[in-house]
C-alpha cells in the first residue's frame, strides 16, 4: 500500500497553492525546499527574517556568495529588486502583517491550530524557537509542512499540544507526506489524501475524528 509522496514532491504540492503576488517566508528546514518549486516567473517574493526581500534559489556550485544566506545559515541568491534591511525591521515587517503566507515545520498541531515547533519540552531540549513565534502570529496564512507522523509511530496532529505552544490558534493548513489538512471550526479536515490512503486510514494513523474535505479540492 502506498501511503505517502516524499519531501520534495511534498514542496512541490505547498509551492501550487501559494497565490501569485505573495510575500512569503519560508521557515528552517524542509520548507526551504518550496523556493525550489515556486512557479517559473510568478511574482512571488520570499522573505527570509534575517534580513532580505527578494530571495532566489540556492546558487550553482561555485557561485556562493557568503554574504548571502537564509535564516538557517543556508546560501541562497537575491533576484531582481532584492532589498536588504536591518534584522528589526525585518521582524517588523514579520510582525506587522506584511507577509501573506508562511511556512514552518512541525512537533505537534492541535485540532484548533495551535502550533508547537519549537521545543519537546524533553529534560536537557535545547529550545530553538528562532522567529517561529513571530511569524506564527505576524503571517496571515501559515501553512505547516511535517510528516504526518513521528519516528515512533505517534500522530503529530493532536486533539491538544502537549509541547510548549509557539501560536496560539494560528495555523490555516497542515501539509504531511499522508494528507493535506484544512484547519476548521469542526477540527481538521482532510482536504487531500495521498497514496492509497482514506479518510478511514488517517482516521486510524491520527486517532482523531476528521472532516471528510476531498469531494470540495475535487470540484
Known amino acids: 500500500m502506498t501511503t505517502r509522496i516524499s519531501r520534495r514532491q511534498l514542496a512541490a504540492r505547498i509551492a501550487s497553492d ?3 503576488g505573495s510575500i512569503v517566508n519560508l521557515g528552517i528546514g524542509a520548507p526551504t525546499l518550496v523556493a525550489d518549486y515556486l512557479p ?5 517574493i520570499l522573505h527570509t527574517e534575517n534580513g532580505m526581500l527578494g530571495m532566489g534559489a540556492a546558487p550553482a556550485a561555485g557561485l556562493v556568495d557568503p554574504d548571502l544566506i ?7 541568491t537575491a533576484v531582481a529588486g532584492a532589498a536588504y534591511f536591518h534584522h528589526a525591521d525585518s521582524f517588523a515587517m514579520m510582525r506587522g502583517g506584511h507577509l501573506d503566507v508562511c511556512v514552518l515545520g512541525a512537533f505537534q498541531v492541535a485540532a484548533n491550530g495551535d502550533l508547537a515547533n519549537w521545543s519537546t519540552g524533553a529534560p536537557g531540549a535545547i529550545p530553538a524557537v528562532g522567529g517561529a513565534m513571530d511569524l506564527a502570529i505576524g503571517a496571515k496564512h501559515v501553512y505547516v509542512m511535517t510528516d504526518l507522523l513521528t519516528k515512533q509511530g505517534e500522530s503529530k496532529l493532536v486533539e491538544a499540544c502537549t509541547y510548549p505552544l509557539t501560536g496560539a490558534g494560528c495555523v490555516s493548513r497542515v501539509y504531511t507526506d499522508h494528507a493535506v489538512f484544512d484547519v476548521t471550526a469542526n477540527g481538521f479536515a482532510v482536504r487531500e489524501t495521498f497514496g492509497e490512503h482514506t479518510i478511514s486510514t488517517l482516521e486510524a494513523a491520527t486517532g482523531l475524528r476528521l472532516v471528510d474535505a476531498t469531494a470540495e479540492e475535487r470540484s
Open 18 to 20: 501559494i497565490p501569485e
Open 40 to 44: 517559473e516567473g510568478a511574482e512571488i
Open 70 to 76: 537564509n535564516a538557517g545559515k543556508q546560501a541562497v
